[in-house]
């Protein structure tokens, strides 16, 4: 059994990796109780745009260029995991913290995807 994010976008958490309110991350409190309640809008794109950027920066550092590459290749329903991905290209994997990030960075992703496509971004994750 797993925790799910679910509204405008819909996934769910990596279990013992990532916690319910990482969002938070992004600019945007989320609103308990037993769900977190998150709205994004074009005036949070700012923050958010500069949390993916530090992620790249800081976290990826020899992997930001494929991992970038490999969200502009595939979205968020790649064919291949980026785990293969990076394997294909001969990187060696990353370290649990570069994974941890990877995670929070996908989800921010879809957030900003969702922003661009609809003007905002709701949804809730399970606690």
Not at 32 to 54: M, Q
């Amino acid at each position: 059994m797993g925790r799910n994010y679910f509204g405008d976008i819909n996934g769910k958490f990596v279990f013992a990796v990532q916690s319910s309110d990482c969002a938070d991350r992004f600019g945007v409190s989320g609103e308990p109780p037993d769900t977190i309640y998150y709205h994004y809008g074009k005036d949070d794109l700012e923050a958010l745009e500069l949390e993916l950027k530090r992620i790249e920066d800081e976290v990826f550092k020899d992997y930001k260029t494929p991992v970038i590459t490999y969200f502009d290749l595939y979205g968020a329903d790649p064919p291949i995991s980026l785990k293969e991905y990076l394997e294909k290209g001969g990187l060696e994997t990353m370290s649990s913290f570069q994974w941890e990030e990877y995670y929070d960075y996908h989800l921010g992703k879809e957030i900003l995807e969702c922003i661009k496509l609809h003007g905002c971004c709701s949804f809730s994750a399970e606690i």
